[in-house]
């Protein structure tokens, strides 16, 4: 169907997962088996659900798998907070990270909308209050989420 390393989007959620590796690795053992290991856990489903659902059959499983790596990508802002929340991640990182997350959201929402619209059922993505609808110009466009 679809090499998914072709993916901007995949590529920003794959570094985003390699970052969340990186400050998690700081938190306090007790952590470990906690909001570490769900921290991380959801950052890989994002972008396992992208490769997984670019390598089914057709249009509506990759939406499919989109819908559910969208799912992780709203659970893992949420850690972020929390984390955030318990002094376990500075301001800055924090910052940074939900930067990075809200950019992927935005790309992985433009990217559903496009496949909708190939596959010939649009459906509008319900969107949270902090994912203003992209504009023209200045927000990645679908078509720059399915390619370099």
Request: proline residues 5%; hydrophobic residues 35%; aromatic residues 8%.
């Amino acid at each position: 169907m679809q090499d998914f390393r072709d993916l901007l989007v995949w590529q920003k959620t794959h570094q985003l997962t390699l970052d969340v590796y990186r400050v998690t690795q700081r938190f306090p053992k007790h952590e470990t088996y906690r909001l570490n290991a769900q921290m991380r856990s959801a950052s890989v489903s994002i972008g396992s659900n992208i490769c997984e659902g670019c390598g089914r059959g057709g249009w509506p499983e990759l939406i499919q798998f989109c819908q559910i790596a969208f799912g992780s990508l709203s659970e893992l802002e949420y850690q972020l907070l929390l984390a955030r929340d318990l002094s376990y991640l500075d301001e800055h990182t924090y910052q940074e990270l939900e930067a990075r997350a809200i950019e992927v959201k935005r790309m992985l929402a433009s990217f559903l909308a496009t496949l909708r619209a190939r596959s010939g059922k649009p459906r509008a993505l319900a969107r949270s209050r902090r994912i203003s609808p992209p504009a023209p110009a200045s927000t990645p466009t679908a078509t720059d989420a399915l390619t370099h």
